[in-house]
């Protein structure tokens, strides 16, 4: 599962964002209907 999700304990809340990534490795030398992508994320106070 990729995308931007919440996590929730002991009353606190954080936000944990997953992507396919770039990449592969030695492992898994292919990629198989997972296109890379690259995330830019932009972080901006709550003031």
Known sequence: M???STH???G???Y???SAGCGTSR???VRF???PE???M???SRD
Do not use: D, E, I
Request: charged share 5%; glycine share 8%.
């Open 2 to 4: 990729k995308g931007l």
């Open 8 to 10: 929730t304990s002991g």
């Open 12 to 14: 606190h809340t954080s």
């Open 16 to 18: 944990l964002h997953v």
């Open 27 to 29: 492992y898994t030398p």
């Open 33 to 35: 209907a997972c296109p």
């Open 38 to 40: 690259a995330t830019l």
């Open 42 to 44: 932009t972080l901006v």
